[in-house]
């Protein structure tokens, strides 16, 4: 209904809120936008926090860390889905796409895999692989210890890593990839593009692709062109060539998200 203004002055020379219920509705509803507020900065916060932890140890660490604290995983994919609402495209999509547009009879194995989106999408046979599993689909694992990989070499078409290259290890979650991958195997990688931009104090992607070809693959595609990841395609190679051990590999900087 609405006020008259005579009612209107009335109230106002008296001081009156207009009626105590909406007054007090409006009260609860700032105290609980500001609660809102405060819990998604401190969700955030500790969004940052785990995901500089990733990026700051080895696989078998991180690992550790969330044996001891599995529900830091939930909180950690609550906080990387909410920056990726802010990317225009996911990666994911993408390599999607890609397996989508070849024969549903390729095998495919998704290293570090999150919410395992790829294995929903897709009619392959997908392996998920993570640190903690909360699907029945996904395999708890550090992708670098090949033994907990249960896997057989030269068992795989498509190696995904779609973001994952977190540890400071990640040269052996790639040797690990060459491991189970059939000759003539894809690796599929989409990376943070300031962890390979050279202008913004990454590493040289040339660096990062000539040690990747040293570990016995072929380079088919380099995409630069979006925003905010970079997509590298190999294809491994026919025969063995790799002695591992004299490989180059670059220092990946940890992609570290800001306060938004
Ligand atoms: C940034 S998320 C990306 C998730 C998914 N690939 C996507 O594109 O949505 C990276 C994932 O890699 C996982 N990861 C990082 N290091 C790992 C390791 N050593 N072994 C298994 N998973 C790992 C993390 O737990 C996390 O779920």
């Keep these: 209904m609405k006020e008259t203004r005579s009612r209107k002055r009335k109230r ?8 105590m219920a909406s007054a007090s509705s409006k009260i609860t509803k700032s105290s609980s936008n500001f609660l809102d507020k405060m819990r998604a900065r401190l969700s955030g916060g500790h969004f940052r926090m785990i995901n500089e932890k990733l990026y700051t140890c080895t696989g078998d660490e991180a690992l550790d860390y969330f044996k001891e604290d599995p529900s830091l995983f939930d909180m ?6 909410e920056q990726m609402s802010h990317w225009p495209e996911q990666p994911v999509n993408i390599i999607t796409q890609w397996l989508k547009a070849r024969s549903s009879s ?5 290293f570090g895999c999150g919410d395992a989106r790829l294995a929903k999408n897709v009619k392959n046979k997908v392996f998920s692989f993570d640190l903690v599993s909360n699907d029945p689909s996904v395999i708890a694992c550090d992708m670098s210890n090949v033994c907990v990989t249960p896997l057989d070499a030269s068992s795989i078409d498509v190696a995904v890593f779609c973001l994952s290259l977190m540890g400071t290890n990640f040269p052996s979650y790639l040797e690990e990839a060459h491991r189970v991958l059939k000759p003539s195997g894809w690796l599929l990688i989409a990376e943070v593009k ?4 050279p202008n913004t104090g990454g590493a040289d992607p040339k660096m990062f692709s000539k040690a990747i070809s040293d570990l016995g693959f072929t ?4 995409d630069f062109s979006n925003k905010m990841f970079v997509l590298l395609y190999f294809q491994k190679k026919e025969k063995e060539t790799s002695t591992r051990k004299g490989i180059e590999w670059p220092e990946l900087k940890p992609c570290l998200y800001k306060r938004r």
């Design 12 to 19: 106002e020379k008296h001081g009156k809120p207009q009626n």
């Design 106 to 110: 390729l095998v495919v194995a998704d």
């Design 219 to 222: 380079s088919t595609l380099k």
């Design 76 to 81: 950690y994919h609550t906080g990387y889905q």
């Design 194 to 197: 300031s962890r390979l931009d």
